[in-house]
T-cell receptor, first 112, second 117 residues
Framework: AQSVTQLGSHVSVSEGALVLLRCNYS??????LFWYVQYPNQGLQLLLK??????LVKGINGFEAEFKKSETSFHLTKPSAHMSDAAEYFC??????????FGTGTRLKVLA | EAGVTQFPSHSVIEKGQTVTLRCDPI?????LYWYRRVMGKEIKFLLH????????ESGMPNNRFLAERTGGTYSTLKVQPAELEDSGVYFC???????????????FGSGTRLTVV
C-alpha cells in the first residue's frame, strides 16, 4: 500500500527565508510524486511532479523538489519566500488506478 | 478554456437532509474524479468515472453516497441522508488521459464546502 506523510501541519517562515516543506512516502513500486498548492478559495494547483528521470524537479513559482529514493522523501523547497506563497501545500503519490493518495497538508505562513 | 466548475461553493444542511453536489468537468475530459477532505485530515479519493462508467468507487464511504455521471458530461454526488461526519470539502477533478507521465494531468475544481449541522 502507498502512503504519504507530511511533517508539520503548520510552517512559518520570514519573507525572503528558505521554504522547506517535508514529505515522506511509502510505496512498493516506483512512485509518481506530486506537490499541489491550494490558495484560499481556489482549487488545487499542480506545483511540480516527479515521474521518471531527473530527481531534481523544478516547478512553478520558483519551487523545486528532490526525489530521494534512499530516504523515501520528496521535500519541497524555495530559496526565498514571498508573501504570495502563503497557502496550503499537499504532497501526493500517484496510485494504481490513476488516483492520488495525499498527505494531510502543510499550511505555510509567510511573515513580513 | 473553462476550468472544472463545482457548485454550490458552500452548503449548510441539517442532519438527515439530502444534498446534491455538482461538478462540470473540462469539456472533452472523459475522466472525472471526486475527492473529499474532512477537516484537518488528508484529501481522500472517493471515485473515478470514465465517461459515464464508474472505473473505481473504492473510496465511497457508504451507501448514503451516490455518484452519477449521466451522458458522460457533468457529475452529481448525492448524500442522503447526511450525517455530521459528512462535513468537509468535496473536490472534483477531471483529466483527459490516464497517464501519470502525461502533460495532461488533473485539473481540480475549487471544491464544495459541506457543513452538516
Amino acid at each position: 500500500a502507498q502512503s504519504v506523510t507530511q511533517l508539520g501541519s503548520h510552517v512559518s517562515v520570514s519573507e525572503g527565508a528558505l521554504v522547506l516543506l517535508r514529505c515522506n512516502y511509502s510505496s512498493s513500486v516506483p512512485p509518481y510524486l506530486f506537490w499541489y498548492v491550494q490558495y484560499p478559495n481556489q482549487g488545487l494547483q499542480l506545483l511540480l511532479k516527479y515521474t521518471t528521470g531527473a530527481t531534481l524537479v523544478k516547478g512553478i513559482n520558483g519551487f523545486e523538489a528532490e526525489f530521494k529514493k534512499s530516504e523515501t522523501s520528496f521535500h519541497l523547497t524555495k530559496p526565498s519566500a514571498h508573501m504570495s506563497d502563503a497557502a496550503e501545500y499537499f504532497c501526493a503519490v500517484g496510485a494504481g488506478t490513476y488516483k492520488y493518495i495525499f498527505g494531510t497538508g502543510t499550511r505555510l505562513k509567510v511573515l513580513a | 478554456e473553462a476550468g472544472v466548475t463545482q457548485f454550490p461553493s458552500h452548503s449548510v444542511i441539517e442532519k438527515g437532509q439530502t444534498v446534491t453536489l455538482r461538478c462540470d468537468p473540462i469539456s472533452g475530459h472523459d475522466n472525472l474524479y471526486w475527492y473529499r477532505r474532512v477537516m484537518g485530515k488528508e484529501i481522500k479519493f472517493l471515485l473515478h468515472f470514465v465517461k459515464e462508467s464508474k472505473q473505481d468507487e473504492s473510496g465511497m464511504p457508504n451507501n448514503r453516497f451516490l455518484a452519477e455521471r449521466t451522458g458522460g458530461t457533468y457529475s452529481t454526488l448525492k448524500v442522503q441522508p447526511a450525517e455530521l461526519e459528512d462535513s468537509g470539502v468535496y473536490f472534483c477533478a477531471s483529466s483527459q488521459e490516464m497517464a501519470w507521465g502525461s502533460n495532461y494531468g488533473y485539473t481540480f475544481g475549487s471544491g464544495t464546502r459541506l457543513t452538516v449541522v
